[in-house]
């Protein structure tokens, strides 16, 4: 079995080595709506194909109605969920499933939800009673769509509105494709446990480096002042869910932002804020980091906040969050002794397409 799984991280990287080179060529600025349509165009082949490999009794527990309330259960515990998971699909069906994933993110983003799915046999290694839920295997795949015209098969419409889900321990991506032509991948979460394996045949293996990295870098360029507005005290793990503020609200609402306004950034500061957003938007594919990253800078890169709370040395419990008029990122490295990662991406208007929605269903009122 884990033959097979590194071999499916080997297929689907190999198959979209081309987005990863692409991305390195392209200009800033938001998509092109061709290159949108594309994208749902290859999501739909990728679940439509997964289905199709299903036997009718995974297919009944795989796909949901779009208007289901299930579509917006965002939780990243070990918990049961609803779907088919990786450990009940055979090789074929599991490289399926794998490709499925790889239309929604980066070469570089699909690499680390894999990682991040592996470390679930690293815990299995080390708890000699380990929790079903953290299995590399317990990852589930729903789609949420509607019945064909006769009734006779569920499927993803390719001109029309749906969406997908892949989440289990540590991971949830969640994806809305609305007319077959706009897409949005939010919310988006990765976790890793342990954030560094310290021990066994994987010792020295870190599933999300730069997340911690580059934000403590930033927290240590602080100057006194800079400090006084933006460190904060650490939340307490008890009043928060998996130490994020943010929680697994299904919505969250916009706040006054807490932290140093880029405005009052140093210019060398304000590129390394701006190269730690890039870095979480680009987990996902080139198409989906640009139109977030547009929508960003268009609403001010000098309203985006940073807020730190906890040490500034590795192997000492901190958290950050940056936080701008479109979207917030949140970062926790405070349990089991600063080694163990919560990082997730939001979008106040658009997490589970709300706001892609909200216009379609509009425009629909208007043609009536």
Known sequence: MRTTFVFGI????????????????????????????????????????????????????????????????????????????????????????????????????????????????????????PSPFRDSDQYYFTIFGSWNKDRSQFLPDRKGTWGWRIEGFHLSINVTIVDGKAVVSAPTFMGAHPATVKEGRRMGLRALPKEEDLGRRLAQSLDADQRRVAFHELPIFEETVGGLLTGNARKIERTAPEGLPESKLRLEQAAALWELVQHYAHNHRAELAEQDLAKIDQAGREKIHFRWAGGLKPGEGHHYMIQGPTFIIEYDNTQDGANHVHCVWRDFDNDFGDDLLRRHYEQQQHRR
């Open 10 to 129: 080997l297929l689907a990287a190999a198959a979209i080595g081309w987005v990863a080179m692409a991305a390195g060529t392209r200009s800033s600025g938001p998509p092109a709506a061709a290159d949108l349509v594309r994208t749902a165009e290859e999501m739909e082949q990728a679940a439509s194909n997964w289905l199709a490999a299903l036997s009718p009794d995974q297919q009944r527990r795989a796909v949901y109605r779009f208007k289901d309330e299930e579509r917006r259960n965002f939780h990243y515990f070990p918990i049961p969920r609803r779907g088919v998971p990786l450990k009940e699909l055979n090789d074929a069906q599991r490289q399926l499933a794998y490709v499925l994933v790889s239309t929604a993110l980066s070469a570089r983003g699909y690499m680390k939800a894999l990682t991040v799915m592996s470390l679930g046999q690293v815990l299995r290694d080390l708890d000699p009673e």
